[in-house]
């Protein structure tokens, strides 16, 4: 069972930012830049290519929905995407405010009180 299955459960807390039936949008807690965002699919799949066409779809739907809120809530030049998947074997979409290249590479990492994550959180989500 990955981290994102005992998030979904409810086992592990999270800075929730959005949730519907099939998908759940959280703060990284190891942020590349301030509102770094995971997108994920409920369902289990290790692979974003697996993933039935219609999921993928909406998938990036949903992503896009709270990249918008992001936007809307972080003042960046643009949120980029990633979808990486080796750290988690559970597909997850990375949205990232960016004002600088840096932010993209997961080498660049930045701090934020649980405090700063909550209000993050409840900001982003009133955007949506």
Not at 35 to 40: E, N, S
Not at 73 to 86: D, F, H
Request: some cysteine; hydrophobic content about 45%.
């Amino acid at each position: 069972m990955s981290i994102f299955t005992k998030i979904i459960n409810g086992e592990i807390p999270c800075y929730k930012v959005a949730e519907d039936e099939e998908f759940i949008a959280f703060l990284d807690i190891n942020p590349n830049a301030k509102g770094h965002t995971l997108c994920v699919p409920k369902k289990v799949v290790d692979k974003i290519l697996d993933l039935e066409e219609d999921l993928y779809l909406r998938l990036m739907k949903f992503s896009r929905k709270v990249g918008i809120a992001l936007e809307k809530t972080i003042p960046c030049k643009r949120v980029g995407m990633a979808v990486i998947g080796l750290e988690v074997p559970h597909v997850h979409v990375h949205l990232i405010p960016l004002n600088e290249m840096k932010e993209m590479t997961f080498a660049h990492k930045v701090s934020l009180s649980p405090e700063e994550f909550n209000n993050l959180a409840e900001a982003i989500n009133k955007n949506l």
